[in-house]
Each structure stands twice: as structure tokens, then as C-alpha cells.
């Protein structure tokens, strides 16, 4: 009984001292800046982003979302936030958030038939669709529909 004990206090003693008392240097890997990504507007209706666009000359991203989906968490925290995309989407497009399960955003699921996620729309100024995806996507598939979108803007 005495050996398990000893057995038992010194395992957990090298456990413990193995799991943050590196004194080594390390690097960190830093997350982009949400900041510093592709802006989401905030608006209680679709028609009034479209309203913005159209005076813009921009068409619209808009990102079908629900709160339990992993894949639309991993968008957020690995592919938003996003320097370059940032910029790209800010200049080209007005980003709007839908969670497809409450408020207008059912209707607006409904609408687009959005059946998985996240749903990525681009609309024109009118709310047709111009590129759509349904599923994730990383940062250059992302940034491929997005540049084949833009493409189809007509220019003012």
C-alpha cells in the first residue's frame, strides 16, 4: 500500500512539473483580429442591407449561421477575422450575419433554402444570388468565391 502511495505522489509530481514549468521559450501563434476582418453589418432586415448596397454599388455576403454549428464557430474564429479578407470584403461587399434559427433570420432561410452550415450567399443589389456555397469554407476557397462575385459586379 505504502509503494502505491509513493508510486501515486511521485507520478503526479512529474505530471504536474511536465505540464507548464518549461522555462523554454516558445512561440506563440497569434489569432487574427476580429477587428481586423470582414465587418458584419447589423440590421433587423435584409431588404435594408440591400437598400445600402445598391447605394454602395456593392453586392452582399451574407453568412446563414446557427449557434451550435462547429463549422460556422471555426469560420468565425480561423477565416473571418481575416486582414486581407477584411479588406477585400469591405471594399467589395457589405457582410451580413444570419442566425437561420430565430427572428427574420428563419424567414430569410426559408427564402434562400438554406438547409446546412453555414450557408455563404453573395447577393446583388436586387437579393438574387450571384454565388452561393453550402458548407465551410477555408480562407482561399472563400476568397475565390468572393473574387469570382465581385467579378459580376457591374461597374460604375
Known sequence: MKKIFVFT???TTL???SCGGSKRSTTV???PSKKDGI???KSESLSAVLDAAER???F????FYTTWCLPCKLMDEEVFPDKAMGEFFKENFISYKV???KGNG???ATIYNVAAFPTLIFLDEKGRTVERNDGSLGYSALLQMAERAAAQRPMQ
Open 99 to 101: 442566425d437561420a434559427e
Open 60 to 63: 452582399v455576403f451574407v453568412d
Open 39 to 41: 465587418h458584419f453589418v
Open 15 to 17: 505530471l504536474l512539473s
Open 56 to 58: 454602395e454599388n456593392k
Open 29 to 31: 501563434k497569434t489569432k
Open 9 to 11: 505522489l511521485l507520478a
Open 106 to 108: 428563419i424567414n430569410l
